[in-house]
């Protein structure tokens, strides 16, 4: 083209359409892609289904956990004592035994400070009561023969309360037809 | 993002629609983020003591069973527990074990008292095999006036022992003990 007059916009050879941009850069990876022949496209799907199917599997999960991991019902005045060998709660009636009374699923069954005051062991008569109408109505529930009445009651006493009440109560429940007796613990760390 | 195609055009409105899933995502990272956060992690858990309790005699029960070894766990002293192992009425070992109590946070802890219950289970304990479906058992007896969390610790030093159980080809460790609360 040197030494000839340009030619004008009118005068230029007609060329196969096609890509322009990044033509001139001498990297061999942008000519490839310049020239289209790039390996994956850039745009891509987000995959929402699965996305969606897993938010809802963590819902259901948590939502079947939410009952059973806690919502054990403790009484305020209770402080319970810790033990490092523990094992899991299970279902059974529970019956609290604080500094001035006793409760068994939160209904009052028995005073405390009668059996400190009385010093001696004695029968709770409402507790003994109250459970064995408890028992009776397991019963009635499973009349099944084959099932046998599992007699299990998870004592929560507090961690002050003398071993002259924890003794009255245990063998007001053992008395009332429930042998498997547990005490509530909190569940103390390995490194503690 | 999701839609449904109903198909033709010859209609007034639009009959395709698109689900609107991120409004949908979102409401379920809330809902998990709710349910997360108002979760109860349970720190509760249950020691076991059975009763041993005197009932009418069955008909059928008229052989009195063998007389098994029995560890009698004594915390009526202020300075020593007392381990005793015992065949019926008759005492064939006594053991002083020094009353150390190691306070954790409002508690106690016996751990010299559970180290030697389980030396003593290794020594004495008579069913020690991982296919016997028995277990040893032990009695705490305890006086009036102690607290409840010094009962709970001396359970607790009681549980310390393991044994390996198998049941149905599955082996496991589970304490060595069954416990009774005695309450005489």
Known sequence: MSGSKPLSRFHQPISVPGRRLLHNLPLEFVQKKAA????RSVNTEIPLIPFIDFLLCIVLFLLASFSATGELPVDKNVKLPSAANAIDMSEAPIVAVTSTQILVDGIPAGSTRAIMEANRMQKVEELAEILKNKRELWKQIHPSPNEPFPGNVILQVDRRVPALVVKSVFQTAAFAGYPAVSFMVSRMGKGE | MAGIDVGGHGGKRNSNHEIPLIPFID????LVMFLLVTAVWSQMARIEADAKVPGPPKDDQTVDPPKEKELHVEMRGERKFQLIWKEGTTVVNTIDVDRKEVPVN???TYPDLGKKIEAEWKTNGSHRNPADKKFDRAILHTDNSTEFKH???VL??????KREFSAGGKAEQVPAFQVTFAVD
Do not use: N, W
């Open chain 1, 36 to 39: 289209g022949g790039g390996g």
């Open chain 2, 27 to 30: 409401f379920l990272l809330c």
């Open chain 2, 106 to 108: 409002e508690d106690v």
């Open chain 2, 151 to 153: 009962v709970v610790a």
């Open chain 2, 156 to 161: 607790d030093a009681i549980y310390v022992t």
